[in-house]
Nanobody, 122 residues
Framework: VQLVESGGGLVQAGDSLRLSCVAS????????MGWFRQAPGKEREFVAAIGWLDGRTYYRDSVKGRFTISRDNAKNAEYLQMNSLKPEDTAVYYC????????????????WGQGTQVIVSS
């Protein structure tokens, strides 16, 4: 099983980025998918998650209204549209899947990508 993220980069505050994560090796259409991030010197934190049955979404408070998580089961992929980016969004972003429910807990997710760097300059 492999998850590969893409779409990170260096942008200015207020810009947008769209992260993608494509899974291979098995289907995750019946599992929740999520995004986490880790800023320099900080622990990894939950960003967003989406369920598989009804597409329920969850976000950390600081990204609500700016970030949108989505998924395409036919492509075994998930996405994170990030708008109005702020310098505090700078981090390595990781996609994850394998959770039964769209939780905020890292330990609920069995499969992880290698991460993609997002840097937001002020």
């Amino acid at each position: 099983v492999q998850l590969v993220e893409s779409g990170g980069g260096l942008v200015q505050a207020g810009d947008s980025l769209r992260l993608s994560c494509v899974a291979s090796g098995r289907s995750f259409s019946r599992y929740a998918m999520g995004w986490f991030r880790q800023a320099p010197g900080k622990e990894r934190e939950f960003v967003a998650a989406i369920g598989w049955l009804d597409g329920r979404t969850y976000y950390r408070d600081s990204v609500k209204g700016r970030f949108t998580i989505s998924r395409d089961n036919a492509k075994n992929a998930e996405y994170l549209q990030m708008n109005s980016l702020k310098p505090e969004d700078t981090a390595v972003y990781y996609c994850a899947t394998g959770a039964v429910e769209p939780t905020t807990m890292e330990t609920d997710y069995d499969y992880w990508g290698q991460g993609t760097q997002v840097i937001v300059s002020s």
